[in-house]
């Protein structure tokens, strides 16, 4: 009992898809208690006995380490070892098996306990998707929006090579932001803050860290009672009337404005995702859907209905979120890109197998990369390369299907949820870091009155992206968002006539009339990236000491070879800035501070980083591969100016925040 109760979240991320799993394991232990350690029943490895979407992390309960091709191989060898009573199966060939029923989380994986039958399945308005409020009446001169999300999807790796069709139809007829970056690496953190416009640590959970146990995605350090009814979403829906729906990853701890909701973070053929139009709240696809064509052919028949963009829409405009899991780990293509991406390797950059001394414990720790290393890090290249291209097919098509169906303006913003690692300071893979391989990422926006084929220097983060969705609905930011709306520069022109009316209204009432000194400003704030911002802020938490003594390997590319990393630990917590003045040093600098440990009542009273460990600081102009740590070496009143601006941002809150 002691042990399930710690594995209750928060009150505020308590839902039926978390806790009726939470439930049945819980009562499933009771039942083990009585009848193992040896099979009381014959084990299942169908049907009943299987839980998609559910990961086991239970270190002291897992008795083998093993490979399987799937997860009904990963179940058989459960079955056939009379003390294994769990076990889990990653998608990725990793197989473990557990002695006890323990450590359930949400997650890509395939888990069984063998005897397990599932509680019958509720009716549909039982599970808490979608929003089922009424919206608000319809903006009829709201231009609809689409934003393309992936996971994990780099810029300074090859990450953005593969969207040949995405560069056609959006790049080339939009803008490309460069210098684009992520505020937190890492999944659950990224797209939470996305949704609310706020910085991590205006939704940061009391959790403290490190964590006494692996916390996958990092979900249980964000508190999304705290933008209740305040999600970028909910605005559109309620205050706009906008037809909202996702197609694919949420991960950002809200279910408020959504009124379709097809839900899943799974990669490949098959698999469950949450349908609110399915009577069991899941669609099970069939060996046959690929997830990525999956989510794509859902999010164009929805784009297509009558009620949507037709006769019965009440002239809504729309927001499409359109999430593919791709090309997370382990990336798997679609079976028509099995042989494609020939020769695609992971680039041999300079902070390639690079470390040193002077870094945090993390990086500094790190053992070279050998041959096996390697060799993992380039096929992992080319799956995701291949994996992305499916991606390329899905953008396309909704571009195209859109601009089918729809005469309204249109909006499209593509992007990612971080960056990625793949040999970058020795760390193989997954993201994380305050480094440039993690934190940087693909930003392109087209739509009317954004300039043609352009490539801009400006800086900003994912909690840009509310503010900016929220004006170009018309609406005033709340002065609760932390992030800042990009319609400053990114429309030049106010009158521009191919704008929505609420956008022109909404830019008049902020700039005055054509030609005013305002209006002028933006034109002035696009040619000179500056005025807009000279710092990007990054913060993030560690997941725990998540390591093979730990829960399991946080490698996910290793398993089965030989090798391990150590991708996270106790010793990577931090914040940091990316700095671009030209009136500071040599005008481009990366700096973080790094914290060991912060308790739950600093994380609530947001005084953390006051006993920092260890500080960094790159000078990105003679070092862009961020080999050097020169923070001993540089000018104290530099750094002191430097600290100082990080400060502004930890711990500003709403409108206040620079």
């Given at each position: ?10 009150p ?10 939470w ?14 350690p ?35 191989e ?52 039982a ?30 790796l ?14 080339k ?6 210098n ?53 979403s ?12 996702i ?32 009577p ?60 494609a ?26 053992p ?18 291949q ?83 929220l ?6 930011v ?16 106010a ?33 000179t ?6 710092e ?7 997941q ?31 914040i940091?800035?990316?700095i ?8 481009h600098?990366?700096y ?15 005084t ?20 050097h740590?020169?923070?001993d ?8 100016n430097?600290?100082?601006?990080l ?6 809150q ?5």
């Amino acid at each position: 009992v002691e042990q399930y109760v710690q594995l209750l979240p928060p009150p505020s991320l308590f839902s039926i898809d978390i806790m009726i799993p939470w439930i049945v394991l819980f009562l499933a232990s009771i039942a083990a208690y009585e009848s193992r350690p040896s099979h009381a029943q014959p084990f299942m490895c169908s049907g009943g006995g299987l839980w998609n979407n559910t990961c086991f992390a239970n270190s002291e309960g897992r008795i083998a380490e093993l490979t399987a091709q799937s997860s009904t191989e990963c179940c058989s060898k459960c079955a056939d070892k009379d003390t294994c009573m769990s076990w889990v199966y990653w998608g990725n060939n990793q197989c473990y098996l557990f002695k006890n029923i323990h450590g359930a989380h949400n997650g890509g994986c395939v888990s069984g306990t063998g005897s397990i039958a599932p509680p019958p399945a509720p009716p549909s308005n039982a599970w808490p998707y979608p929003d089922r409020r009424p919206p608000g009446a319809p903006c009829k001169d709201c231009p609809n929006i689409v934003f393309g999300l992936t996971d994990d999807q780099d810029v300074t790796l090859g990450g953005w090579n593969p969207m040949t069709q995405t560069q056609a139809k959006l790049q080339k007829e939009g803008v490309l932001l460069k210098n684009w970056m992520i505020h937190t690496p890492i999944c659950s953190p990224s797209r939470s803050q996305t949704i609310s416009g706020r910085y991590f640590h205006n939704i940061k959970s009391n959790l403290a860290v490190p964590p006494p146990t692996v916390l996958p995605a990092a979900t249980a350090h964000v508190n999304g009672s705290l933008y209740a009814n305040q999600s970028v979403s909910y605005l559109l829906r309620q205050h706009k009337g906008y037809n909202v729906g996702i197609f694919g990853k949420s991960n950002f701890n809200t279910y408020d404005g959504f009124n379709r909701w097809f839900q899943g973070a799974s990669l490949g053929y098959g698999n469950n995702w949450e349908d609110d139009e399915s009577p069991t709240g899941h669609y099970k696809a069939n060996a046959t859907e690929y997830a990525t064509w999956l989510i794509g052919n859902k999010t164009t028949e929805w784009l297509r209905r009558d009620n949507i963009t037709g006769a019965s829409s009440e002239d809504r405009p729309f927001f499409v979120y359109f999430a593919p899991h791709c090309p997370h780990t382990p990336a798997v293509p679609a079976h028509e890109y099995e042989d494609a991406c020939r020769g695609v390797t992971a680039p041999r950059q300079p902070n390639y197998n690079w470390t040193a001394p002077n870094f945090h414990e993390l990086v500094a720790s790190q053992p070279p990369i050998t041959a096996v290393d390697a060799q993992l890090i380039d096929d992992l290249a080319r799956s995701r390369c291949q994996c992305l291209l499916s991606v390329d097919d899905a953008y396309a098509e909704i571009v195209d299907t859109v601009r089918a169906v729809s005469s309204r303006p249109t909006y499209f913003f593509i992007s990612s949820d971080h960056g990625y690692n793949l040999g970058g300071h020795r760390i193989t893979s997954n993201k994380f870091m305050l480094y440039d391989h993690s934190l940087k990422i693909p930003m392109v926006i087209q739509g009317p009155g954004i300039p043609s084929g352009a490539e801009l220097d400006h800086l900003g983060t994912n909690v840009d992206y509310a503010p900016t969705w929220l004006e170009l609905a018309g609406m005033d930011v709340p002065a609760y968002m932390d992030g800042r709306s990009l319609l400053s520069f990114l429309i030049p022109n106010a009158s521009h006539p191919d704008l929505a009316n609420a956008t022109r209204m909404l830019l008049r009432r902020q700039r005055g009339r054509a030609g005013s000194a305002e209006d002028t400003t933006a034109a002035a704030m696009l040619a000179t990236p500056a005025l807009f911002r000279t710092e990007t802020f990054h913060q993030y938490y560690n997941q725990g000491p998540w390591n093979p003594a730990n829960g399991g390997d946080q490698c996910p590319i290793c398993v089965g070879h030989g090798t391990t990393r150590y991708l996270d630990d106790y010793s990577h917590t931090y914040i940091g800035l990316h700095i671009m003045d030209a009136t500071l040093g040599s005008g481009h600098y990366k700096y973080g501070e790094y914290q060991n440990v912060c308790s739950s009542a600093q994380m609530l009273d947001k005084t953390c980083f006051n006993n920092i460990t260890i500080y960094e600081l790159f000078d990105l102009v003679a070092d862009p591969w961020e080999l050097h740590n020169v923070y001993d070496s540089t000018d104290a009143a530099l750094k002191t100016n430097i600290a100082a601006r990080l400060r502004k941002y930890y711990p500003c809150q709403g409108d206040v925040c620079p």
